[in-house]
């Protein structure tokens, strides 16, 4: 399976090369200008920016499933998978670990040429919890994973449950804290908050960054993506059934 | 299969599908639209569950493993494959999921024998309808399936196309494998097909080879002709300003006045009569 998966990635790297280029582009101007606005409104930190590439690279699971399903339902070739693949779950996600090397390939550069961009010197970038980061990034990608597989679920029965894709993204970003802190939210949205996928996640990194505790919160976000994940394969898996009974939804 | 149901509600699509393949043969699949075809297809495929009913192939209840290694797929409008992907790469791609051995040499063997080799390394985006078909025959010989399934096999394709469908799909059956195929192009149907099954409201009401049906439901040629005036023989199909729609058999033709004879058309397909049939029969005349 991982030689299956390779093999469609680098074809499809090669297909769209023009499209991986003008992705970057984007990229890089929505974090750029996001980042720049919250400089504007308060002190901007390290995990400030790293908080922004942190909700872009823990948005791919969602994001790359859903359309993943969504083309590959249009085209029939989500059916031709499912027909070959022993756990189509299984190959999602490990189509999803290769498009996540790539953009850890352009993640990591550009993250460091932005950090110097916006005034941090080697020193804080040498100082700064790398570990931690990474360990709270990887334990916040499993629960993505599985929003992912739970909304990839969905998309099998419901065609229209893509537009909502990108809405459920960017209320992440706004609702987490990635671009406002949690206890800077309006009041009504703050106990909603916390409990939302990526809070956890990027009050850990902030807490990383300022020597606050952040064990705790770390064990909550662990206890939280493992969920996550779990109800994801099952949702996933449930939908699929579903699917199987009442035809795919792209194909009914 | 044996007794298949499935319903999409409030609609019963299939009621009681009862059907047997045999090795090596081509099988047609027709009815009107919404006869239960596609469903029928992708009950075979595994793509939906039957409410009741069994399917078995090669002796053995239908269960994923098995549509895995022995079925192959090709549903109707659809390129059924990522389209940057080129035809070699697609074959791989799935060489690999079902982990075939040897799988370069397999391969080679695949797109030879479904005629792509010169189409191999260009993505099937930039491929016709056709080629896109080729490949997955191309998928059916590399995993060896023993049962083929193509869904509208011959719609959007040219004529050469259709030529090269046919042979192909008759070299594959002779290799003592067995194609289902549905498809409104009846001249397609009725040259490729070695028996026909007919649907008619999700119940089977024709199943045999094409002589046989054509006995069985006194099916044959006739002559369809537009007359000027009140016809003296033959069947009125129509009627339309004056002019005559008429159904009549050969020697028929030398009664009429010739002067007055607007067009003649020879129906040669047995299986559009056939349709008709069943259906003026089923009290659905179209």
Not at chain 2, 78 to 95: D, K
Request: overall charge positive; proline content about 3%; glycine content about 10%.
């Amino acid at each position: 399976m991982w030689r299956a998966e390779w093999l469609r990635f680098w074809a499809e790297l090669r297909f769209y090369r023009q499209m991986w280029i003008s992705q970057l582009v984007n990229q890089l101007l929505i974090t750029a200008g996001l980042f720049w606005v919250i400089s504007l409104l308060s002190q901007p930190t390290l995990s400030g920016l790293a908080a922004l590439f942190f909700w872009q690279y823990v948005s791919i699971p969602l994001s790359k499933i859903s359309t993943d399903i969504w083309e590959e339902s249009t085209s029939g070739a989500f059916e031709q998978m499912y027909l070959h693949a022993a756990q189509p779950a299984w190959v999602l996600v490990v189509r999803l670990s290769n498009y996540l090397l790539q953009q850890t390939a352009v993640a990591v550069p550009l993250f460091l040429a932005m950090a110097l961009l916006f005034g941090f010197s080697l020193t804080d970038l040498a100082a700064y919890n790398w570990g931690g980061m990474l360990l709270t990034l990887g334990i916040t990608l499993a629960g993505f994973i599985g929003l992912g597989l739970a909304v990839g679920g969905v998309l099998l029965i419901y065609r229209n449950a893509i537009g909502y894709t990108n809405a459920l993204e960017y209320l992440l970003l706004f609702s987490s804290g990635a671009v406002v802190p949690l206890n800077q939210l309006p009041a009504f949205i703050q106990p909603v908050a916390w409990w939302l996928p990526l809070s956890l996640g990027i009050e850990t990194l902030r807490r990383l960054e300022n020597g606050g505790p952040w064990g705790l919160t770390l064990m909550g976000l662990a206890v939280q993506s493992v969920c996550m994940l779990a109800l994801g394969l099952i949702l996933f898996n449930l939908c699929l059934r579903r699917a199987l009974r009442r035809g795919f939804a792209m194909s009914r | 299969m044996r007794n298949l149901h499935k319903s999409f509600p409030p609609r019963k699509v299939l009621r009681g599908v009862s059907v047997r393949l045999y090795e090596g043969e081509i099988v047609g699949l027709l009815g009107l639209n919404g006869a239960g075809k596609t469903t029928f297809i992708k009950l075979l495929a595994g793509l939906l569950v039957p409410e009741e009913g069994q399917i078995n192939l090669l002796g053995r209840p239908l269960n994923p493993a098995t549509v895995r290694t022995a079925v192959a797929l090709m549903k109707e409008g659809q390129p059924s494959f990522s389209e940057f992907l080129t035809p070699r790469q697609c074959l791989l791609y799935y060489g690999h999921l079902l982990g075939i051995g040897n799988l370069e040499t397999r391969v080679d063997q695949a797109l030879e024998m479904a005629d792509l080799r010169q189409f191999a390394e260009r993505p099937l985006l930039e491929l016709s309808f056709g080629t896109k078909r080729k490949t997955g025959l191309a998928l059916a010989y590399l995993k060896g399936a023993r049962l083929l399934l193509l869904d509208e096999a011959s719609a959007g394709l040219d004529v050469k196309s259709v030529a090269n469908l046919r042979s192909a799909l008759r070299r594959y059956a002779q290799a003592g494998n067995t194609v289902l195929l549905t498809g409104h192009e009846m001249g397609f149907m009725e040259a490729v097909c070695d028996r026909v099954i007919l649907l008619h409201e999700g119940r089977v009401k024709a199943d045999g080879r094409l002589h046989e049906l054509g006995k069985k439901y006194a099916l044959q040629q006739f002559i369809e002709v537009w007359y000027e005036g009140e016809p003296l023989v033959g069947e009125v199909l129509e009627q339309e300003n004056g002019l005559f729609r008429l159904k009549l058999d050969l020697h028929e033709l030398g009664l009429l006045d010739g002067r007055r004879v607007r067009q003649v058309k020879l129906q040669q397909s047995v299986l559009e009569h056939l349709l008709q049939e069943v259906d003026r029969v089923e009290g659905r005349m179209a």
